[in-house]
């Protein structure tokens, strides 16, 4: 006990001078323990053979136990040294990275591929439409005079269609009967159908060219229909849609070169403009205007002998008025006439009823709830505006976009928007038979709202998307019974 006791003041009289120089140090070991370290200064040695001190061991064991949190937070081992992991870990992102750029190149690569066949296809399909509107304007080969005629049918029984050939082809073939009996008309092959039925006929069967020569001044069945030739184009939004006409038979104060029109947009239509001729109507340059006495119903109105047909709006009341007077001469309802969107064409518009003029006078097309929706033609008495004579088709006046009036023959349009469509029915008056036809018609803007007959320039003429157009048109001569 004395013996330690003697030690221990030995030390500490031996440390005295260096105590300032004594250090206790604290850290974590490699494996993350803690570690007190006491360190104190040598008196006799300057320096120790190996390098390094408390901070470089301290620094060490922060540094271990950083790579072990690393190595914890990257999967790695956690029981000792994690050295390298980073090293290790930075090929494998960027192998995962290069992966990822190489299927979004892939992917890049396909999309424009698809979308280079979607384009392809589209001008395939453009193509095709191109050569159906071509096949459909071309005129039907000329039969060979050296072919002999077919031989007459054995037996002498009732005319029956050719196996294989069309319900349309044997509608167009048959006898025509009586002026007046319609019950042979309902043939199964022109019943009722959806909108697009017609058109349909349309597509199937060509008009044969009538035999003789065309262009010629009397009455005959339509052969072709030309050009569109733009006249006017209207200026504001009540243009849209309208009329324009001229009197095939006018009277004083108004000359035979007078051009009217109607602008129908709007819910107060009555200004009737007047043009001195086709120069100052293309211009723009109105002579007259006439604030009619009743509100327009869409663009069937028409001139004849110096008055105007129009419907009074909301109603089936047809009126005439007289423009030397600018008053009401005649006035009368059409009887049971839809009105107001209940037998429009297919564009719509109010148009149930559409008045027009050719060679055998004034008439109206138009339906009735009897008829269920199938075009009505009826002729009237241009004075009192009384009916004289009805006939009732076989189409429905919603399945068509327009009709004319030509040499009493009712002619209907396929669509009021297709560039190229057909006219696709035709009406005959006299013999009370209809028939589908062929006839290429175009609709230039691709809205056209009126086709009427003019038979003072004996052309059709249309209001199409704010457009005045005209047609010229050719007549074949009637064949000989």
Known sequence: ?????????????????????????????????????????????ASCPQSGGPELEGLKARLSLLEVLVARLSGGDTGGPAVGVGSRGQPELQEALNRALGERNLLQREKERLEQEVQGLQRRTEEMRRETERLRSRPCPPQNPMVPPSPPLQGGGPMRPAQGSSPMSHLMSRTPN??????????????????SFQELKAEVTEVPAPGGSVDFSGCGDLVSVGEPVTHKKANNIEGKYGVWMQDPEAVPPYGATMIWRIDTVGSDVRKLFGYDDMVQFTKGFPSKVLLLPEQVESTGATLFRGSLYFQRRRSRTLIRYDLASESTAARRDLPHAGFHGQFPYSWGGYTDIDLSVDEQGLWAVYSTNKAKGAIVISQLDPHSLEVKRSWETQIRKNSVANSFIICGKLYTVASYTAPNTMINYMYDTETSQGKPVSIPFKNKYHYNSMIDYSLAQRKLVAWDNFHMVSYDIRLGRPQPN
């Open 178 to 195: 009586r002026q007046g009996d319609s019950s042979s008309l309902r043939d199964s092959a022109w019943q009722y159908g959806p909108g």
């Open 1 to 45: 006990m004395f013996l330690l006791l003697l030690l221990s003041l030995w030390a500490l009289l031996l440390g005295g001078g260096a105590q300032d120089r004594a250090a206790l140090w604290r850290g974590n070991d490699r494996a993350g323990r803690c570690q007190y370290t006491f360190t104190v200064q040598s008196p006799t040695e």
